[in-house]
């Protein structure tokens, strides 16, 4: 059996005339710690929303623990217009709704923070475990299905804690400052019980303690859930901290791949993005 | 059918077509600035039949008219103003049920000064005269309607695409923000829309009703919904797409009538709309908007 | 507050909610008003609910609740009107072959199956409301709110142009209606009735898949990524919030004994949403609360707007047919300007919140007697 969890193979995505993720391949493998780095508008959120199945590839295939899940090919109107590469490789086309893929193993969170926000802590985490519900709509509504429902209701408490967002269980997600909300995020993604959670710019807005103890976390998220990583992120501290290895991206394309030693020499990488340390560092 | 009575027929329904033209405008201007389906735009439409009655029971119709678009203007700013403009930043829904209580209110103010009452609509003489081209005869209104409605058109395309205030109208329809970080004058260009839309409104409401006997409160209900799946028909957001989605819903809604099924007409231009948003939601000539994610 | 207490308090609300209806039951002579517009209370807090549900809770601005109860009323009225009168009821051509032969299966079962009539009338009604939703739903729930209102509102006016249609004459009487319809037997009827509909509403809004309707409500995408499918969810939602429509809409035929199309125009659902605005959106209690006062206001306590007033041999101006209408349009707007969250805004009805608005008022006295003692000193 591979070790490979999730591979992307020369995903393209075009929108209209643009090309925002240029024929991208990448692999990341079980219990690895992958980062996705590069300038802004540089087409990751975009790749993350092709993994998901937010938007179907223009062309190109993703494969989860080996099994093809996406799949497509420039087709119609597209034909024309495609300007990416590799345009005869692919002939089938699966496509996957985000339900669907978070079925299969696979979480999110979101640049932005989509908390459902004016419910509690509480109820966000316990809505993602919804989908685990094995009772139909009859047996829920009349009760029958007592034992799932606090069983669920036990695990979200757990995971509240873990988190350490127990405190504020029964505050509204809205009202909950910054760095919590990036938590609850985190939590409601773990409680969809994933194999590969994908984390798009976690420590966005946080301040240097609050990042190191992010840090912490995601080491403990890989030991302790035994979940695979791949994160966006522009704090390079975390990045060439906690990453076994990087992609960068610019313009929608892949400039450079290898560990955190490699992409901090590379040429093309610091040109287009890291910079030169000052001579005061 | 003769070939004299299908033209008649399709007179009728190009004339139709253009007062529903100039009533889908109203909706497509609005939706493409605010986002919001102007429930009440059909209800100033039946006011405007109101007014009209009012104003001809005491004075000629050369003063009559231009009081009935100015008193319809001031109706549409005056609603932008009370029930619309408070809630540009709630939620949609919000919004969406200010309109429908304006709709509402509209309603029931009438029934309450005008009772339910069909009330006849005055005679605008000339407009009443039978003429005859050819094979077929209609009254003048009939012919000119889809005349005045495609100079107005013309007219108002030429205000959008080439003066100040259209620019300004194209731009909060793209970006409110960015719009104003401009130095354009947000309410007055959201009223200026309604100025537009109301006008025409008025306009149309004269043209619709100068060939049916009378107005009741509820007028302005049916060929509201039919005027505002008009303009989704075009492409809601398009101008010409309205005018074009106007026209088909009131050639087709003529040809069923004469076919003999009048009690399927209205229930078809909503089957119409179903099959429109399962097709093509962006209607013949609007453009797509992709979420951000 | 303890859960005893709760259990307590509730039970006492229940008790005295019956004894009054009971009261009002053996006196309906009396208070026939008060009898009837709290019975129209109580099957407009049904579809209040129902409404909630689909566009409250799960966030699709549903406006075909109009369209729902005419179907329902019509099921259940063919139904409910006595075989021997069905030939004076569909006057103008006849009723239809396979009804009357439906009609007839139907008196040839036993005494005892008869009984239970009305129920399955109203479970039938609400089944084939559900079926339509279920029809609809699949092009229709996929659309943007301002759309899905829209559609749905045109499936609201299809519905009435095809009742009235001469073509359906021998199923639905055409534009002419359908009268006869056999009533409610008792209050406590319409009573228990609601009460299961609205029970097994609020019990699914509290169960996980209610929680799922609430996530969609928020954030569609979100809810999405959380593995909860969109489609299967708010056909979910649209299909029981219909369901119910259809079995307040046959309700409304035994309470009011007759309908035509023009019971269920637009304006019916218009009423529903003020309902729904005034209670809070997202507020079950809140409708049922809203649906209670509005009808009361509107068919009782208002109606006094509606007549020439005149104090002191000076007549007040405005006080004529029509204005209690105009009221209440100018309130829904009043609510939806600046208080948008109704009566209730998101909250429910619980025992806690009213303790601690006692709590409070003991907090204030207390506070006013202490100031209100120094000063006295000094």
């Known amino acids: 059996m591979s070790n490979s969890i999730l591979r992307v193979e020369n995903a393209t995505m075009q929108f209209g005339g643009v090309v925002a993720v240029d024929n991208l391949s990448l692999e990341v493998n079980r219990n690895e710690i992958v980062s996705l780095i590069g300038p802004n508008g540089a087409g990751k959120t975009t790749a993350f929303n092709v993994i998901t199945g937010v938007y179907a590839p223009t062309n190109g295939a993703i494969y989860f623990k080996d099994q093809l899940i996406t799949c497509n090919y420039p087709k119609g109107s597209m034909k024309k217009l495609y300007a990416g590469q590799n345009a005869g490789m692919y002939t089938k086309t699966i496509k996957q709704t985000p339900d669907r893929i978070t079925k299969l193993g696979m979480a999110r969170t979101f640049q932005n923070i989509r908390l459902f926000k004016e419910l509690s802590a509480f109820e966000n985490v316990l809505i993602a475990k919804h989908m685990h519900a094995k009772a139909n709509i009859f047996s829920a509504t009349l009760g029958f299905n007592y034992k799932e429902e606090q069983a669920m209701k036990e695990e979200t408490l757990e995971l509240l804690e873990i988190l350490g967002l127990s405190h504020v269980k029964d505050e509204i997600a809205q009202s909950l400052p910054y760095g919590q909300q990036r938590q609850l995020e985190i939590a409601r993604a773990l409680a969809t019980k994933p194999e590969l959670l994908l984390l798009d710019e976690p420590a966005a807005g946080m301040n240097p303690q609050e990042t190191k103890d992010l840090t912490a976390f995601i080491y403990d998220i890989r030991s302790k859930f035994n979940i695979t990583v791949l994160m966006i992120e522009h704090h390079m501290d975390l990045v060439m901290d906690i990453s076994d290895r990087i992609y960068v991206l610019d313009f929608g394309k892949l400039i450079a791949s290898g560990t955190p030693e490699d992409i901090q020499n590379n040429q093309r990488v610091i040109d287009a993005y890291l910079g030169v340390p000052d001579d005061g560092e | 059918m003769t070939l004299t009575t299908f033209f008649q027929h399709t007179l009728t329904g190009i004339s139709l077509g253009g007062a529903y033209a100039l009533i889908a405008i109203g909706y497509t201007m609005v939706y493409g600035i605010l986002r919001l389906i102007n429930f009440a735009h059909g209800d100033i439409f039946m006011m405007a039949g109101y007014f009209m009655i009012f104003s001809m029971a005491s004075l000629p119709w050369q003063i009559a008219i231009p009081l009935v678009c100015i008193l319809s203007v001031a109706l549409g700013v005056a609603i932008e103003r009370v029930a619309y403009k408070p809630l540009r930043s709630a939620p949609r829904m919000s919004i969406m049920i200010s309109a429908i209580g304006v709709s509402y209110l509209l309603q029931n103010l009438a029934t309450y000064l005008f009772t339910a009452l069909p009330r006849s609509y005055p005679e605008i003489p000339f407009l009443k005269k039978i003429f005859q081209i050819g094979p077929v005869s209609a009254s003048l209104v009939t012919f000119i309607t889809p005349l005045l409605t495609l100079l107005l058109v013309v007219g108002l395309m030429f205000l959008i695409n080439h003066t100040k205030f259209g620019m300004a109208i194209r731009a909060v329809s793209k970006d409110f923000e960015t719009a104003q970080l401009m130095g354009i004058r947000l309410n007055n260009t959201i009223s200026l829309t309604f100025v537009i839309g109301s006008l025409l409104a008025a306009v149309g409401s004269i043209l619709y009703f100068t060939d049916r006997m009378s107005v009741t409160p509820f007028s302005g209900t049916l060929p509201g919904l039919k005027c505002f799946i008009a303009a989704v028909l075009g492409g809601i957001g398009s101008i010409p797409g309205a005018v074009v989605g106007g026209f088909v819903i009131g050639i087709c809604e003529t040809v069923l009538v004469a076919l003999g099924y009048s009690t399927f007409s209205d229930a078809f231009t909503f089957i119409l709309l179903i099959m429109i948003l399962l097709v093509r939601p962006t209607g013949l000539f609007g453009e797509k908007i992709i979420d951000k994610v | ?378």
Request: proline share 2%; charged share 15%.
């Open chain 3, 1 to 378: 507050m303890k859960k005893s207490t709760k259990i307590i308090c509730s039970s006492i609300l229940f008790i005295l909610v019956i004894a009054f209806l009971y009261f009002l039951d053996s006196n309906k002579n009396q208070y026939g008003m008060a009898y009837s517009v709290l019975q129209k209370g109580i099957i407009m807090a049904v579809v209040a609910v129902s409404m909630n549900l689909v566009t409250g809770f799960t966030g699709l601005f549903s406006l075909g609740q109009a369209g729902f109860m005419a179907i329902g009323a019509y099921v259940t009225a063919i139904f409910l009107i006595p075989t021997e009168h069905m030939e004076g009821v569909y006057y103008i051509s006849g009723a239809s072959p396979v009804i009357m032969t439906f009609k007839g299966w139907l008196d040839s079962l036993p005494a005892w199956f008869q009984a239970l009539t009305p129920y399955i009338a109203l479970l039938i009604g609400g089944l084939i409301g559900a079926l339509f939703a279920a029809l609809i739903g699949i092009p229709v729930l996929r659309l943007k709110s301002d759309y899905l209102a829209i559609a749905t509102l045109g499936f609201s006016e299809i519905v009435r142009a095809v009742i009235s249609s001469p073509q359906m004459d021998t199923i639905t009487n055409g534009s002419y209606g359908l009268k006869k319809i056999q009533g409610f037997s008792s209050l406590f009827q319409t009573f228990a009735i609601a009460t299961v509909c609205i029970a097994f509403m609020i019990l699914l809004l509290r169960s996980t898949y209610g929680r799922a309707f609430r996530a969609i409500r928020e954030d569609e995408i979100a809810a999405e990524a959380m593995g909860i499918n969109l489609f299967k969810h708010k056909q979910l939602s649209f299909i029981v919030g219909s369901f119910f429509s259809s079995v307040s809409g046959g309700m409304l035929a035994m309470f009011m004994r007759s309908i035509d199309s023009k019971t269920f125009s637009i304006s019916l659902t218009y009423d529903i949403l003020l309902i729904v605005v005034i209670g809070g959106i997202g507020s079950a209690t809140g409708s049922i609360l809203s649906a209670i006062l509005v009808t009361l206001s509107k068919e009782w306590w208002l109606r006094f707007f509606d007549n020439p007033l005149t104090i002191g041999g000076f007549q007040i101006p405005f006080f004529r047919a029509g204005f209690r209408m105009v009221i209440f349009s100018v309130i829904l707007l009043v609510i939806v300007l600046f208080y948008q969250r109704g009566l209730m805004g998101k909250n429910e009805f619980s025992w806690d919140r009213i303790a601690l608005q006692f709590v409070k008022l003991k907090n204030i006295n207390k506070k006013v007697a202490k100031e209100g003692g120094s000063k006295n000193v000094e």
